[in-house]
Each structure stands twice: as C-alpha cells, then as structure tokens.
C-alpha cells in the first residue's frame, strides 16, 4: 500500500541551528512531492514543491528539499532556523493521482 | 486574493444530530477536496471533485457522511447521526486541477459531545 512517513514527531532546537526533517514513501511509480507548514493558529500552507526538473527544489522562507529516486525520500532542510520556524511540517505526496497523502507531521519548536 | 474559505470555523454538537460544513474555494480552481485531520495526524483524504461531479468519494469513512458541489463552487459536507468519532478538524482545499498545488482552508474544528 502506498503510504508516507516522517521520522521525527517532535524535533527541538535553538536558533541558528540547522534543521532537516526526514520524509520517505512507498510506491515506485511517478510522484508529486509537496511540503506544507501550519503556524500556530493558522491553515496549511504550501512551503515548496516537486513536479519534475531538478531534484534540489527551493521554497519559501529559506527552505529547500531534496528528492532521492532512489531513497524514496523527500527530506526538507534549512540551513539556520529562527524563532518563527515554529510550526507542524506535514510532508505530503501525489501518488500520480489528485489526493494528496500526508505523513503524520513533525512538530517542530526552535527555542529562542 | 481570496484564498479556500471554509465556515463555520468551529462546531460543536451533540452525538445523533446532523451537521453541513461550508466550503468556499478559490474562485475559478474546477478541483476541490475535503479531508478530516484528527488529533495527532496528518490530514486524510475524503473527497475529491471535478467540477459538479464526486470523482472519487471513496475516502468517505460511511454512508453517513455526504458531500455536494451543485453548482461546481461552493461545497458542503454532510453529516448525519453524528458520532463522537467523527470529532476532527475538516478541510478544504481547492486547485486548479486535478493533479495540480492544493490550497487549504482554514478548516472546520468539529465536536461531537
């Protein structure tokens, strides 16, 4: 069965601090891969996306993801998080269809 | 622009009654969705049209649960007898096809006591 996972349930960090938040899928065929980001209070919103092209693919606020064919993954990364990066991050994934399937999501806290 | 609109944003009600929640997607996207995100997870797919049409309800966890996009716009998701179980944020989300970038709405935080 087709499924996502992410590996972390809740990370922690200080500012300045480099993140990388793990995400794998099952499934060998053509996939959209998306990341979204929920903000405390706030609806889900889109932070970058993978159609095709090049697999380093960058999004807003300083993030960018990297898919690996091979891996089945779809890792996101920023370099050096701040204070407002605290968030859920879901990783979500188009399985060469129109439904989206999530992952749990990672809670993510940067501490000041 | 307007984004996906979704209303009311909270319901609370008591097991057995019904309930419709509203969605409102960007205006001109034919693909609209609708999934339940519980405590804890990610959101899970409901339903999934194209224009006026269900093409795919196969997400919906019963026969109780229902959803309608009579004029290919605005979107309303039914639920009778409602049970505790059914407790869950609902969302929307809209694009502009099918396999196109999803845009949420804020969602619907439902209750059932």
Known sequence: ?112 | GAGVSQTPSNKVTEKGKYVELRCDPISGHTALYWYRQSLGQGPEFLIYFQGTGAADDSGLPNDRFFAVRPEGSVSTLKIQRTERGDSAVYLCASSSGGEETQYFGPGTRLLVL
Do not use: M
């Open chain 1, 1 to 112: 069965a087709q499924s996502v996972s992410q590996h972390n349930h809740h990370v922690i960090l200080s500012e300045a601090a480099s993140l990388e938040l793990g995400c794998n899928y099952s499934y060998g065929g053509t996939v959209n891969l998306f990341w979204y980001v929920q903000y405390p209070g706030q609806h889900l919103q889109l932070l970058l996306k993978y159609f095709s092209g090049d697999p380093l693919v960058k999004g807003i606020k300083g993030f960018e993801a990297e898919f690996i064919k091979s891996k089945f993954s779809f890792n996101l990364r920023k370099p050096s998080v701040q204070w407002s990066d605290t968030a859920e991050y879901f990783c979500a994934v188009n399985f060469n269809d129109y439904k989206l399937s999530f992952g749990a999501g990672t809670t993510v806290t940067v501490r000041a």
